[in-house]
Each structure stands twice: as structure tokens, then as C-alpha cells.
């Protein structure tokens, strides 16, 4: 079943929540929305949902007008960032309770409960109650309940916030193959880029209650329609830099530099250069133009084949991620070296002007 | 009912008092007002500040009862003044 | 520091326990040791006291009576602050928090002179000398305190796991008996708990409103003054024989009482 | 400042603890050294947070001893043990401003106004709390109040050391990534021994020195993050360091060789020879996903099917189903801008990079054996 | 954020019912007989705000006022403290728990009359524990003819009947703390001093609300348990509002008059709760 949103705004005593939101999700799609906190993500979903009524536009659910449709009689299901479960009923009686509410017959509700908790792994659990299990234990038990009924949407509220990071990572894999065989459609809100990308699929944009950018994940990462998009869409954010091309040279803070040859084209005038931290480079690029900046090493976090190097450049905070481990000690010089190839240019304003070329073969499994 | 010992002044106060109820809440689903900060010390409701001018009404009338021997007429009116400034700048 | 604290709960308990105590010697006692002079225990242990309660129907009546009207409060109570309390804990509508600090005052009216008026009004509704007209009329202070102790462990209870139920295709009448109350057990046994001791102890309301019929406990032990005095034996009797149902009550609803302490911002 | 010793220390929650899965932390014998920056790493339920609060002397342990620069601190108090902690869930004192919880600590110490008027300006300005000085903690969001939180923590000069548990649950990931270094900076200006208890691995590296992790109760390794990352002493370690964790292939000897799915694995005599010895044990073969090659499957000692790849922006990960046991999946990250179909690749595994484990615990041979 | 939604009127219609039946239409009836002069049902005459202005003038209103308001305020101010003590001393966990909420909670369910019983004959110097064992060291103490002694014996009592509630009040408030703000405070070094500044006492703002408003209330309408052990007297030293006021309505059968000072007492409730009830809610609404 799709889902289209339509000039949805919602304005709580003059304040905006969502601010003419139109998104078109298709049957059977994963979609995730990726926003900061507030950003409107929960909100958006309650929504969709039909936990709140929009004060402009309209909800469209597989072609039908559903805005003023009570959430009773629309065939969605939610989990929620909290572990919600119905604390006096067993994981069991929990999963079952959307089939008893839909009259299911009982041997029908059993065979599905079960089947349903042996997909997540919690069929040994049945008998428990929700207290006495653990935090992703509860979470798989809160899912069930999402997935047994079969809804024509199922939202999902960063479900594995408040989980460990391993499982998280499981879950995360568990969660694309429940879905890839389905025809239902998921919307899955995070606040982790690495988060949305990793579930493949649609992803959307949102920012202080507006959709900033939608498409598919890798599309909209790789080539953001702005510079907040940019700067969204990724973890740690991306690095942004004004420049000024002038004189045939290209200025970043006191530094002058010769102008690419690939941004020849571009007028004189202000801009804003976004350098992804995994294409910073330490070594001179092998092949290609790249810009050359001194820095000034605050800190370097050392993962176990990474590094997280924080420099500044004139007061500008500059972030590399560079593969393997690299030891620098604090207030060190630098120099280092952003390809050109792999630039975004923004005009002042921020809309796109230049990004880096797709891969040849965008490759999705 | 004989036993309430209804009178007429006692009737009219009440039908008034149910009067300003309804009115209120009309008003109030017609218009929605907010929580803001007047000349009172707190920031009230359109409700908060009926309640207060009617209660700082209650007092004066026995105030004026206790102290003074002015008709109290008079000051019903000096009440219904207040009560009007209070709803508009309180 | 633990030392400290127990000595003062301790001494508190003390306190409290001396004229319970007191209450319970003078009940084994005769009138005659009790007016005769100080003795820490009864000199000569008698159950005459307790015998005139539990031999005389007017007495035992009386019991039963009170227990009626007790219930009857406690189960009125609950079963309209319930929805009240919900209301109040997840919504906001016109007027709540007027109608809120309206059903506090209630407990304001001096009832000396209310008396009357409430003699009148349940006489006119054809009430007088019923139970359910106690009931009701402890309605008046129950039902706001009820409301208000409900509604903090309702707004302990996440507002999701109500969406989630309404999700499911729950409707609301289903997802409050089925789900939410049994959630909300400690804050009802907290609850109830506090209607029936202002409901039991209650007596200007109780004495006014009943005669023969319905006469309360409390009503009764203020006939144990006759012409030679008061009779203080069976007076005392009456009293401990009065504390029991509150201690059953309160033995019944403890764990509920000590989990829904812990829960609820009372 | 001082350096933390835990002496034969273990921890059960009931009185008479039998059996070892009794315990909440088995026996242990470690050094928290003066001045470093530690991370404490695990699962949820692995007894991270128990040890913490037993440094703290917020807890008791049931065995064994805690000791501050040599000298046991069982019996002592936080306070008296001058530690600071910052919880998971921000800690504020809601009727305060935040200058006022800031400067809480010092004031209860009985310092000077002026000293704790600097205190906290600087401690404000080092968390960019600064213009949040004069509200009032109630009205703050979570993350601010973690901010405050922490502040309490940093405020004190004289601390023998900071604990964190988990501080950062609360913060947004694109705050997180400020607040770590902004740790990390305060780490290096100030000397103070930290611990972080953190159950992501990320955290830990970029946070820490050294890390701890612990499994079930233990402190299985305890090294840098790199030591973590490329010689892991316990399957644990390999599977929960690094994202995604160590490919783990099972090993079976045949004829006195090492076999993989069938395959002899091509390795020096002395390792063959090693694994054998170790027959009956559950062997099994340890490989990083970064260091996995794909190669053409003609060239390739292991070939299966690409079943799944992630995305992760700057790289991917390819799940990889092998021909001889397509339940066997080996996880591969590859470059962004590598494109592969659903095809059969193959996989070349180098053998400086292989890892072997009997019964999960790491297999080690000399160099001259080799 | 509570939504808005006026359908929730219906969830407070029985109370609304309810209370407004019990409530509304006796005061209404009090506001009428307040000014009237009654003889019977049938026999009335208006007079206007006459009974307000000769009560106005009422010494007998006058004393007992600020009799009342002494007696409220020494209530309160001992109550409340205590009450926290106690609540603070309680036992965290085990078998103490419940036993230590039951005994605490017998005063409550003693019967009002009982109470006012308990306390008549332990305190006479005679046959009462106290009384006797005051006056054996020495203390001449006679709350039948001394006022001092009875008005103390009366505020003891009230402070034996009711400390307990506030206690278990707060023990509630208490219990909902998270032990890990006692971890931060110990670890800040936080005197017990500061603990219950900073961390209790807010905690137990909402408890202290209702438990001031409600001990407030009830003394201030205190009737039973005075009329019982000493029937107001000696003279009129324990004679409180409520006394008053009964004596006014039943003893002399003035109808209008007791209804005029009912409403001129449910006033003075009324202002002094929303005082209060206003500055401990009204920080919330910010928040």
C-alpha cells in the first residue's frame, strides 16, 4: 500500500510542527526518515500513523483519504524508541493482542504468534513477562506485536536507540531481510546517518519540521540537494569551507590557492567547498587536482583501524577520517590535501552547484 | 425545592454567575486565549483572572460590609469595573 | 546515620502506639478500674466489653452498617475518579484546571452547617437513612482525593503503551478495563485505601444522614453516653473493634500500598 | 589523581555466592594507571556497571580490594575517596541554576568564592554551557543537563579520577562527536585518570587509551584500541570490537592439517602443527572484515555468492555466502565506489591477518617457530 | 505535551455529576438562607446582607478566628516538619516497610470521636497515663481547667492523629527519588543538609501541596475531637471556628446567621488554599 502525504502541516497554538510536508512512499518500500532531534521525525510518523490529526493537507494511504480516519480503523503498527509493551500481559498475550482485537480465530492467532516470534528469535520467551526480559528482548517482543498483524504500514521510532551497539548492528540486518520479502511499507526514523544507509532503501531528509531532501539512500548521500542536506547526511557531518574564487585563484580563509581546473566554469564570487572526512587526505592524492591546506592538530581519537583527526584551519574546525592509525600529538602542523574530484561546491545560499561524479554502477543488492 | 428557600436577589446572583460559566467558555472555544503575564503577579488564563476578580469581589463586599457603612450597591459597581480590568489587563 | 534514623522512627512509633495501647487496655477493663485509679494493664482482665458489642444487634448493626456504606464509597469513588483521573492525566479541554482545584475545594465546606441543607436535600430525594446516602455524601471529599492520587500514577504510566492499545484496534472502553487498570493495581489499592479511612473515621455526615435504619458505627458510639455516665469499657471495645477492618484493609492493600508508594508522586 | 588498583577483586549480588555464574564480576586483578584515559567496554548485564560503582564506593565488593595509589579504600566513602562520576541519565538539581549545580561540588568542599567562580567559567566554557549559566537546570533539555552533569564532574581539580557511565546515551550522534573530543581535550589539559563505561566500541576507541573489555563478568582483554582491533584474545573481543566484528570460521583437522569447509588452509607447518595439537578443542579461524580481499574467483582459495551489501557511505559491506556452506557467511568491507553484482566472487584471506582460537581463547606461536 | 480535546468532558461527567449534586445544591441552599431570617421552612423574611455585617462585627467571629488561625498555623508547623522526619526515617526495604505503614497508619482509621476519647482519659491527672504521669513530676498540668493545657493537649492530639498521613505522603514522594541522584549527591560531597534541599525537598513539592492543603483544611474546620475532650472549653480557649459556628446554628437555631458565617469560613478556605495551591503549581507551568 503507498502512502502520500499532501501539503501536510501540523500548528500547534502558532507553533509549527511540519511544515507542508508532500512525500510519496511507495508500496513495499523501506523508508527511513533521518533527522536530528525535533526535527519533526516522531512527529511526521504520528501522522502517517493517524495518532495526530494534520491542521492543513491531507494523508493519502493506497490511493484512499485517510486523514480523518481514526487509527483504530487504519491498519498500521508502531514501535516505539521506549520499549512499550503491555506490561501485565505475556509476551505471548502481548503479541496476540492486535490479532484478538481483529477477531483472528484462536488456533489461526496461535500459528502466527509463533511464527512470528520465531522469525525474531523470542519464541523460547512466550511465557515470560515483558519486566523480565531484557532491553532488546523487549524490543523483538514490542516488533512482533508490529509485524503480526500484517499492516499496510509499519513505523518504526529509532527502535534500537536504546540498545546495545552489537545488537543494534544485528537487528539492523535482521530488520532488512524481514522486509525485503514483505509488501508492506516500513518508515523507520533515526537520527544515524550510518544508521540509514546501512538499511538501504528511501531515505528522508527532515529538518526543523521540513523535508529537506528525499530518494534513495545512497543517492541522497552522494549527492545532497544543499548544503543542510549535505551536512545531514552524515557521520562525522561533513566539512564546510568558504571560499572565495577570485583572480584565478581560490582563497579559503588566508590562504590562497590556484583554482582547480574543474571549477574553472565558475564565476567569481563567494562559495562553500563540502569535503566528506573519509576523502581528506593526509598523503598528496596520486591522481587528480586537489586543494592543499595548513592545520593545526587539536585531537586525534584512535579507533581500533581508524582515526578521527579534529584540526583547525583559521579557526575553521576541519574533520578527518582517515583508515589505519595515525598518531599525531596536539597543536602539530599539517598539511592536508582535499581532492577536487571528490568536492561538493555550494553557492552561498546553499543550493548544489558541483558534486563529485556517481560511481559508474551504483550498485544496490 | 421549598426547602433551597430560593429568593429572587439569591437566583439572579447564581444565574449570573452561570451566565459568566457559559459565556467564558464560549468565548473561550470561539476565541482561544493563552496563559500570558498582566499587572498580576502571576500569568494567568482568561479563567484564572474571572476567578480572582470574583473572589477579590467577595472580599471587598465584606470588607465594606466590616468597615464601612457605604450602600454596597456601589460597590458592586466598583467590582464589576475591576473585574473587566482585570480580564483585559491582568 | 541508620542508628540516628531508627531511633526516631522509633520513638515516633512510640508515640503513635501509647494511647492505642491505651485504648486497648481500657477495653479489657471494667468501668470500675477505669475510673478507680492509673493501671498500666488491666488489674482484672475482662471480655465483658467485647461480649455487649458482639451480643447486642444494635451494636453489631451498626458494624455491618458502616461497612455498607464504606464500600459502597469506596466502589462509587473509584469508578467515577477513574475516568476522571484519565481525563485529567492525558488531556487537556477547557476548564481543567479550574475543574481540577473546584472538586479540591469541595473539601473546604465547613460541614457544621452543610449538615443541614444535606439532611434536606437526601430527605427530598427519598435517601434518608440509607447507606447509599452516606456513600454519596462521602462522595463530596472521596471522589476529588481519589481523582487527584489516581491521576499521579496515571501520568506515571507512558502515554505510548495507550497509543499502542489503540493501534492494535483496542477501543477505549477495552483498553481501560482490559489493560490500563490492571496496570494501575498499586494506585488503585492506594486509593481505595484512603477512601475507606476518610469514609470510616467520618462522623458529623454519617450521624446526620442516618437514623435507625442505617445507623453507623461511629453514630452508635456516641450513645454509649447514658444517664450514669459514659460507659468508657465498651467505648474503648467499640474503638478497637473499629480499628480492625481499617488493618485488614490496609494488611490486604500493603504490598500494593509499599509498590504504589514507590511508584506513584502521590 | 591517583592510580586504581583492584586487588583479587569479585563481586556477587547474594550472600552465598556457589557456583561462578554467580558472580556479577569474577575474580579479577587489574591497574587503572595515573593520568590515562581508559574505557571500560561490554555488553549490557557484563558487570561494567558494577565495577564502576565499586570504584566509586558507591558499592561494596563482596571479595577483595580496591586500592588507591597503594592504599585500600574499601572502607572509604566516594566522597572520602575524592572520585567524581557522571550517570548514564543526566543528574541535575532541578531548583538550581546551572551555575549553581556547577559550582555545587566546590562549595560543599568549602572553597573560596573566587576559585569557584573560575571553576566553572571555565569548565562552562569548555562544554559551551556559557550562556546556559543563569537558567534554572529544570528548564534545560537532556542533553544539556548531560552537559551539566558532566561539568560537575570536571569542576574539581583534585579528584583521583573521573568515572563515566555511559555519559553520552542521552546526546545526539552529531553532539556526540563534540562532546567526545571535547573530553578527550579536557583529558589531555587536565592529567585526570577518566574510565568511560561504554557498550559501543566506537566510543571506547576514540575515547580511550586503553580498553577493558569485559564478558560475563570478566575483563577479557585489556589493551589499546589497535591491540583490540588486530590481535583480539578472545573470540569475544573479535566479534564485538570493531564494525562489523571478526569473521569466525570454524576449523576441523584432517590428517593432521588444518581444513576450513573442506579446504587445507595454506600455512606454515608449525601453525598446522600447532592446531592439531589442539584436536578436540572447537577451533576456529579469525579474520577482520577490513582485511578480507576479494579477488577474481579463479585466484581465490574460498569462493562464494554476494548475499548482502550495505551501504555505509564512504565504505560497504559485503555479506558473502560460501559455495561450500552457503549458512557460512563471510563479511567483506570494500570501498565505496567498488561495484559488484550478484555474482561469485572469491576471497583471498592473507595469513598475517588469520587468527586462531581454541575453545574461544586466542592460539599464539612463537616467531623462531614459524 | 497533553493534546487538546474537549471530548474528555465526558471522562469527568460522573465526577462532575456527582460532586456538583453533593456540593452545588447544598451551597446553594446555604447561600440562600444567608439571607434570610428563618423561623421554619415556611416562615422566612429577607433581610439582605444584614447576618453578613452583624457577624462582621462579632467578636465571637473575631476570636475564634484568630484562635483558629494560631491553631492551623501551629498544625502546620508542626505537622509538616515532622511529618518529613518521619518520612525520612522510614525503612527503605524489608519486612519493615509494611509494618512500619501500618502502624503508622492506625491513628488514621480510629474514629474521630475515638480519638478525642483516647486523649480525654490519658491525659486526666487521675486515671490518665500522661496526666498523672505529668503531674507526678511535677508539672501541674489539668486540661479541664487550665486553657494552656487544654489548647496543647488538643494540638498534641492533632498531631498524633494526623502526623502519619503527611508521613506517608512523603514517604511516597520519597520513594519515587532514583537512587542515582543520592549517588550524584554523595559524590558531590552534599551534606544530608543538601541532600534534602536540593534533592528531597523538590521531589516532595508536589507530595507537600497536597498534604499542606489538605492538613490546612481539615484543621481549619477541626470540630469532633475538641467538642469531645473538652466541649471548647475550658471557657472558650479551644472553642474553634466550627465550634462557633455549631453553637450559632444548632444551639440557637439561627439558620441564617450560621449560613451567613459558613460562607464567610468556606471564603476565608478558599482564599488562603488558592494561595497556596497558586504559588506551588503555578512554577510548573514554565517548566
Known amino acids: 500500500m503507498s502512502l502520500q502525504l499532501e501539503d501536510v502541516t501540523l500548528k500547534v497554538r502558532g507553533e509549527t510542527y511540519i511544515d507542508e510536508a508532500n512525500l510519496q512512499l511507495d508500496s513495499g518500500s523501506f523508508n527511513v526518515l533521518l533527522g536530528h532531534t525535533l526535527a519533526g521525525k516522531t512527529t511526521l510518523m504520528r501522522l502517517m500513523a493517524g495518532l495526530d490529526t494534520p491542521s492543513r493537507g491531507r494523508v493519502w494511504l493506497g490511493g484512499r483519504d485517510m486523514t480523518d480516519v481514526p487509527v483504530r480503523q487504519r491498519n498500521v503498527s508502531m514501535v516505539y524508541q521506549q520499549f512499550i509493551n503491555y506490561p501485565t500481559l505475556s509476551v505471548f498475550d502481548n503479541i496476540a493482542s492486535p490479532l484478538k482485537q481483529a477477531k483472528v480465530a484462536r488456533a489461526e492467532i496461535q500459528r502466527r504468534v509463533e511464527e512470528t516470534a520465531h522469525m525474531l528469535g523470542i519464541d523460547h520467551l512466550l511465557g515470560r513477562f515483558p519486566q523480565a526480559l531484557s532491553g532488546g528482548q523487549q524490543q523483538r517482543t514490542a516488533m512482533a506485536r508490529a509485524l503480526v498483524k500484517d499492516a499496510d504500514l509499519v513505523l518504526f521510532d529509532e527502535p534500537l536507540v536504546n540498545l546495545d551497539y552489537k545488537l543494534r548492528e544485528s537487528l539492523r540486518v535482521e530488520m532488512r531481510k524481514l522486509f525485503a520479502s514483505r509488501d508492506t511499507l516500513a518508515v523507520y526514523a533515526t537520527t544515524e546517518p550510518a544508521e540509514a544507509l546501512a538499511l538501504g532503501g528511501t531515505t528522508v531528509l527532515l529538518k526543523e519540521g521540513r523535508i529537506v531532501q528525499s530518494g534513495p539512500s545512497g543517492e541522497v548521500y552522494r549527492q545532497p540537494c544543499n548544503m543542510e542536506a549535505a551536512s545531514l547526511f552524515g557521520e562525522p557531518p561533513i566539512n564546510l569551507l568558504a571560499a572565495e574564487i577570485a583572480g584565478g585563484e581560490c582563497r579559503i580563509g588566508r590562504q590562497r590557492l590556484p583554482l582547480p581546473a574543474a571549477w574553472q566554469r565558475l564565476a567569481e564570487g563567494h562559495y562553500r567547498l563540502g569535503v566528506r572526512p573519509h576523502h581528506v587526505s593526509l598523503a598528496p592524492l596520486a591522481t587528480g587536482e586537489a586543494l592543499c591546506l595548513p592545520v593545526q592538530v587539536r585531537v586525534a581519537e584512535i579507533g581500533g583501524s581508524e582515526t578521527f583527526l579534529h584540526m583547525t584551519h583559521d579557526e575553521i574546525d576541519l574533520v578527518a577520517h582517515l583508515g589505519g592509525i595515525h598518531e599525531l600529538a596536539v597543536d602539530q602542523a599539517l598539511e592536508i590535501h582535499l581532492p577536487c574530484a571528490e568536492m561538493f561546491v555550494f553557492e552561498p545560499g546553499g543550493e548544489l552547484l558541483l558534486s563529485p561524479a556517481l560511481p559508474a554502477t551504483a550498485a544496490r543488492a | ?90 | 546515620m541508620h542508628v540516628r534514623k531508627s531511633l526516631v522512627m522509633l520513638l515516633y512509633l512510640v508515640f503513635i502506639l501509647v494511647p492505642i495501647y491505651w485504648l486497648i487496655n481500657m477495653s479489657l477493663k471494667s468501668n470500675q478500674e477505669i475510673l478507680g485509679g492509673l493501671t498500666l494493664w488491666p488489674v482484672a482482665p475482662t471480655l465483658d466489653n467485647y461480649r455487649v458489642i458482639f451480643t447486642e444487634p444494635s451494636w453489631y448493626t451498626s458494624y455491618l452498617n458502616s461497612l455498607t456504606y464504606v464500600s459502597m464509597n469506596m466502589a462509587i469513588s473509584l469508578l467515577v475518579a477513574l475516568p476522571a483521573a484519565y481525563a485529567f492525566s492525558r488531556y487537556r479541554f477547557l476548564g481543567d484546571k479550574h475543574m481540577f482545584f473546584w472538586l479540591l475545594t469541595n473539601r473546604m465546606a465547613p460541614p457544621a452547617v452543610f449538615l443541614l441543607p444535606f439532611f434536606q436535600l437526601y430527605s427530598a430525594v427519598g435517601l434518608f437513612d440509607t447507606p447509599i446516602a452516606v456513600a454519596l455524601a462521602h462522595c463530596l471529599f472521596n471522589v476529588p482525593l481519589a481523582v487527584w492520587i489516581l491521576e499521579g500514577f496515571m501520568s506515571g504510566v507512558p502515554k505510548e503503551i495507550d497509543e499502542t492499545a489503540y493501534i492494535d484496534g483496542y477501543s477505549f472502553p477495552r483498553f481501560f478495563v482490559f489493560i490500563f487498570i490492571p496496570m494501575i493495581r498499586p494506585g488503585i489499592g492506594v486509593t481505595a485505601f484512603f477512601c475507606f479511612m476518610f469514609s470510616w473515621v467520618e462522623l458529623l455526615l454519617a450521624r446526620t444522614l442516618t437514623s435507625v435504619d442505617a445507623k453507623p458505627i461511629v453514630a452508635q458510639m456516641t450513645r454509649t453516653v447514658s444517664a450514669s455516665g459514659i460507659d468508657w469499657g465498651v467505648l474503648a471495645a467499640a474503638g478497637v473493634v473499629a480499628l480492625l477492618p481499617g488493618i485488614a484493609v490496609i494488611y490486604f492493600v500493603r504490598n500494593h500500598v509499599a509498590k504504589g508508594f514507590a511508584l506513584g508522586r502521590v | 589523581m591517583a592510580e586504581i588498583r583492584l586487588a583479587q577483586l569479585a563481586h556477587s549480588y547474594q550472600d552465598n555466592p556457589s557456583a561462578p555464574e554467580d558472580y556479577a564480576l569474577r575474580r579479577m586483578e587489574h591497574v587503572w594507571e595515573q593520568g590515562g584515559a581508559y574505557a571500560l567496554l561490554g555488553p549490557s548485564g557484563c558487570g561494567k556497571s558494577t565495577l564502576l560503582n565499586i570504584m566509586s564506593g558507591l558499592l561494596a565488593p563482596s571479595e577483595g580490594e580496591v586500592l588507591f595509589d597503594g592504599k585500600a579504600v574499601n572502607a572509604l566513602s566516594p566522597q572520602q575517596r575524592n572520585i567524581a562520576q557522571v550517570f548514564q541519565f543526566p543528574v541535575v538539581y532541578d531548583t538550581m541554576t546551572v551555575f549553581d549545580n556547577l559550582a555545587f561540588p566546590l562549595r560543599n568542599q568549602g572553597q573560596p568564592k573566587a576559585t569557584v567562580e573560575a571553576r566553572v567559567r571555565e569548565v562552562a566554557a569548555a562544554l559551551e554551557i556559557e550562556p546556559l549559566l543563569t537558567r534554572k537546570a529544570r528548564n534545560l533539555t537532556a542533553d544539556e543537563k548531560q552537559k551539566v552533569s558532566m561539568g560537575r564532574g570536571l569542576v574539581r581539580d583534585d579528584v583521583a579520577a573521573i568515572l563515566f557511565d555511559e555519559p553520552l546515551t542521552v546526546i545526539d550522534p552529531q553532539l556526540k562527536w563534540r562532546l567526545r573530543r571535547k573530553l578527550k581535550e579536557i583529558h589531555q589539559r587536565f592529567n585526570v585518570t577518566m574510565v568511560y563505561v561504554t557498550h559501543d566500541q566506537l566510543e571506547a576507541a576514540t575515547f580511550a587509551d586503553k580498553i577493558a573489555v569485559m564478558y560475563g563478568g570478566q575483563i577479557v582483554q585489556f589493551g589499546t584500541p589497535r591491540e583490540l582491533f588486530e590481535t583480539p584474545r578472545h573470540t569475544f573481543v573479535g566479534y564485538f570490537i570493531g564494525s562489523p566484528g571478526m569473521n569466525l570460521l570454524d576449523l576441523e583437522i584432517v590428517a593432521g592439517r588444518a581444513h576450513c569447509h573442506g579446504l587445507e588452509l595454506a600455512l606454515p607447518e608449525a601453525w598446522h602443527a600447532r592446531l592439531a595439537a589442539q584436536e578436540g578443542a572447537r577451533l576456529q579461524l579469525g579474520i577482520r572484515p577490513e582485511f578480507v580481499e576479494l579477488v577474481p574467483a579463479d585466484e581465490a582459495t574460498l569462493t562464494g555468492r554476494v548475499d548482502l551489501i550495505q551501504d555505509q557511505g564512504s565504505f560497504k559491506i559485503v555479506d558473502v555466502a560460501l559455495t561450500a556452506d552457503p549458512a557460512q557467511l563471510i563479511k567483506v568491507r570494500v570501498d565505496e565506489y567498488k561495484s559488484l553484482g550478484e555474482e561469485t566472487v572469491g576471497l583471498h584471506l592473507p595469513e598475517a591477518w588469520m587468527r586462531f582460537y581454541a575453545n574461544d581463547l586466542l592460539l599464539e606461536i612463537s616467531d623462531e617457530a614459524v | 505535551m497533553k493534546p487538546y480535546n474537549n471530548k474528555a468532558w465526558w471522562l469527568v461527567l460522573p465526577v462532575f455529576v456527582l460532586v456538583a449534586f453533593s456540593a452545588i445544591i447544598p451551597m446553594m441552599t446555604v447561600v440562600n438562607y444567608s439571607v434570610q431570617d428563618i423561623f421554619d421552612p415556611s416562615t422566612r423574611y429577607f433581610v439582605g446582607t444584614e447576618w453578613y455585617r452583624e457577624i462582621l462585627s462579632d467578636p465571637r467571629l473575631h476570636d475564634s478566628l484568630v484562635r483558629q488561625f494560631i491553631y492551623s498555623f501551629c498544625v502546620l508547623a508542626i505537622e509538616i516538619p515532622l511529618g518529613i522526619i518521619v518520612a525520612l526515617s522510614m525503612p527503605r526495604r524489608g519486612l519493615g516497610v509494611p509494618v512500619s505503614l501500618i502502624l503508622l497508619a492506625l491513628p488514621l482509621l480510629v474514629p474521630w470521636n475515638v480519638v478525642g476519647t483516647i486523649w480525654q482519659i490519658i491525659g486526666r491527672e487521675d486515671i490518665g497515663l500522661y496526666g498523672s504521669l505529668l503531674n507526678g513530676l511535677g508539672i501541674d498540668y489539668n486540661y479541664a481547667s487550665s486553657p494552656r493545657d487544654a489548647w496543647i493537649t488538643v494540638l498534641i492530639m492533632d498531631v498524633w492523629h494526623w502526623t502519619s498521613l503527611v508521613a506517608l505522603l512523603c514517604y511516597s514522594g520519597l520513594r519515587s527519588i532514583p537512587d542515582v541522584y543520592y549517588q550524584a549527591a554523595r559524590i558531590d560531597r552534599a551534606s544530608a543538609w543538601a541532600v534534602f534541599r536540593y534533592i528531597q525537598l523538590p521531589k516532595l513539592k508536589n507530595v507537600l501541596l497536597i498534604a499542606v492543603m489538605l492538613r490546612f483544611m481539615d484543621s481549619f474546620m477541626i470540630y469532633t475531637e475538641p467538642f469531645v475532650l473538652t466541649g471548647g472549653g475550658p471557657g472558650t480557649a479551644t472553642t474553634f471556628l466550627s465550634q462557633t459556628l455549631t453553637q450559632m446554628a444548632l444551639g440557637q437555631f439561627d439558620l441564617g446567621r450560621a449560613a451567613a458565617f459558613s460562607l464567610i469560613y468556606f471564603l476565608i478556605i478558599l482564599l488562603v488554599t488558592w494561595v497556596f495551591y497558586t504559588a506551588m503549581t503555578h512554577n510548573d507551568d514554565k517548566g
Request: aromatic share 12%; with cysteine.
Open chain 2, 1 to 90: 425545592m421549598s426547602w433551597m428557600a430560593w429568593t429572587l436577589p439569591t437566583a439572579s446572583f447564581f444565574v449570573i454567575i452561570a451566565l459568566m460559566l457559559v459565556g467564558m467558555s464560549i468565548w473561550q472555544t470561539v476565541s482561544p486565549g493563552h496563559q500570558r503575564k498582566g499587572f498580576l503577579p502571576i500569568s494567568t488564563t482568561r479563567g484564572d483572572r474571572l476567578f480572582i476578580g470574583l473572589l477579590a469581589a467577595a472580599y471587598a463586599h465584606l470588607l465594606a460590609l466590616a468597615l464601612t457603612g457605604w450602600p454596597l450597591w456601589i460597590v458592586t459597581l466598583v467590582c464589576v469595573a475591576g473585574l473587566i480590568a482585570l480580564l483585559k489587563w491582568g
